[in-house]
DNA sequence: CATATCTGTAACAAGTTTAGTTACATTTTA
DNA sequence: TAAAATGTAACTAAACTTGTTACAGATATG
C-alpha cells in the first residue's frame, strides 16, 4: 500500500463527479465508489480545489462538484494536479564529484526527466474527463 | 529515501562503464563515484546482468563489464531493466462493483498506463548510453 | 595448493511515503 | 439552535527503498 494512486483516485473521483454534473456530492458518497475512507477523498478533493477543477462547499448539505465542464479537464491537469511530476528520482545522496561521471550525471538526468515530464503531459493531454466518462458509460453492461 | 532512484542509480553505473569499456570494474569502485554502499551497487548490477547490458565476473581480478558497446544501449532498455514500468499505481483496493465507475475505471486506467509507458519508452530509446556520456565528457572542465 | 580478492546474496535496520483512521473545529442549512 | 457536511491535524500501520553486515562461492596468482 505504498505505491501511489493518487492519480488513480483522482481520475476516479472526478469521474463519479461528472457522472452528476450540477449536483454537490459528499465525499462520503465517494469514498463508497473508490472503497476508502471520505478523508482520504477529502484530502484528495483539497488537491483538486487548489488546481481549480474541483468546488467544495462546506456545511449542511454540502459537497463538491467539478469547477468546470468534464470536456475542458483533461488528464494531463488531473495529474499535475496531484503528482509531483517525477516518473523516477534523482539521487538520494549527492554523486562523488571527483569523478567526471558524478559531477555531471545530474544535470544529464535532470534533462531526461523534463523530457519524459512532457511526453507523459502530452499523452495525457490528449484524454478528456468526458472521454473517460463516455467509456465508463459505453462499458456498463 | 523512500522515492525509487534506481534508473538514476543504473545510468550512472553504467555510464562509468561505458567510460572504460574493456575493462572489468570494481563494485567498490562504482560505489564510489554513486556515492553509496558496493552491496547496492552489485544489487543493481545483478538487474542489469539479467538484462543481458552487463556481464560479470566473480572472483579476483573480477569486475563488472558492458556486455555491448554504448551505441548499442538505449536508456529505454535501462528503464525497463530496473523498473516495474509504471508511472502510476492502479487501485490499491479494488473499487466498488456496484458502482459503474468502480465498475470500469480499472479498464480505463490500464489502457492509460499502457499509453504512458510506451510514450516513456519511445523517449528513453532517443537516447543511447553513448549518447550520455558524450555529454559527460563534454561538459568536463 | 593456499590465499587473497572479488561477486552474489541473504538478513536485518532505518528512514520515507502512502493510506487509513479518529477526532474535532468550522461552516452552513433548516 | 441542532444537524450535517467539509477541512485539517495527529496518529497508526503497512510497504518500499536504501544502507549495512555477514558470509558462501568463484577465481586469479604466488
Redesign the pocket.
Known amino acids: 500500500?505504498?505505491?501511489?494512486?493518487?492519480f488513480?483516485?483522482a481520475v476516479h473521483v472526478l469521474t463519479v463527479l461528472a457522472r452528476h454534473e450540477g449536483e454537490?456530492?459528499?465525499?462520503?458518497?465517494?469514498a463508497c465508489s473508490?472503497?476508502?475512507?471520505?478523508?482520504?477523498?477529502?484530502?484528495?478533493?483539497?488537491q483538486l480545489?487548489q488546481a481549480e477543477l474541483v468546488e467544495?462547499?462546506?456545511?449542511?448539505?454540502?459537497?463538491?462538484q467539478l469547477a468546470r465542464s468534464p470536456e475542458r479537464i483533461t488528464l494531463a491537469e488531473v495529474y499535475g494536479a496531484v503528482s509531483?511530476g517525477e516518473v523516477f528520482?534523482l539521487h538520494?545522496?549527492p554523486p562523488d564529484k571527483n569523478c567526471p561521471v558524478g559531477r555531471n550525471i545530474e544535470a544529464v538526468l535532470c534533462n531526461l526527466q523534463k523530457q519524459i515530464d512532457r511526453s507523459v503531459a502530452e499523452t495525457l493531454s490528449r484524454h478528456t474527463l468526458q472521454g473517460v466518462l463516455e467509456v465508463i458509460e459505453q462499458e456498463k453492461p
Do not use: D, F, Y
Not at 467544495?56 to 459537497?63: E, N
Open positions: 500500500m505504498a505505491a501511489n494512486s493518487q488513480s483516485m454537490k456530492i459528499k465525499s462520503e458518497k465517494i473508490v472503497n476508502t475512507n471520505p478523508v482520504v477523498i477529502r484530502r484528495l478533493l483539497g480545489a467544495s462547499q462546506t456545511g449542511a448539505a454540502g459537497g463538491t509531483c528520482a538520494g545522496k
